[in-house]
């Protein structure tokens, strides 16, 4: 049984940064996203990675503020945000899947981490 343990999160004012992480007991799967969450929506999606080959995917109001990259040795992935802004408040959710290839359906990954809160105040 796969478990993704995340850390990281919290409170930063706008135009801040912080950091997420999401450790795998095992590496089970091809790629790794993160989504987010927002109170009374829907859960989104926010970047991909792929584990093997390091391909990487984002969406369009998260390009060139958020990174997502993974530490093979140490089975994370993780997801850095600069700029933050208030519209990026939400609990952000580390997901990942077997099949290969970007899915930025949150319908199609299997395991899931437990969420962590980032929130941005202006």
């Known amino acids: 049984q796969v478990t993704l343990v995340q850390s990281g999160g919290g409170l930063v004012r706008a135009g801040g940064s912080l950091r997420l992480s999401c450790a795998a007991s095992?590496?089970?799967?091809?790629?790794a996203a993160w989504f987010r969450q927002a109170p009374g929506k829907d859960r989104e999606f926010v970047a991909w990675?792929?584990?093997?080959?390091?391909?990487?995917s984002y969406a369009d109001f998260v390009k060139d503020r958020f990174d997502i990259d993974r530490d093979i040795a140490k089975k994370t992935v993780h997801l850095e945000m600069t700029s933050l802004k208030p519209e990026d408040t939400a609990v952000y959710y580390c997901?990942?899947?077997?099949?290969?290839?970007?899915?930025?359906?949150?319908?199609?990954?299997?395991?899931w981490g437990q969420g962590s809160q980032v929130t941005v105040s202006s």
């Open positions: 997901a990942g899947r077997i099949p290969m290839g970007l899915q930025t359906n949150v319908n199609e990954y299997f395991y």
């Open positions: 095992e590496v089970a799967f091809s790629s």
């Open positions: 990675i792929d584990w093997r080959d390091r391909l990487r």
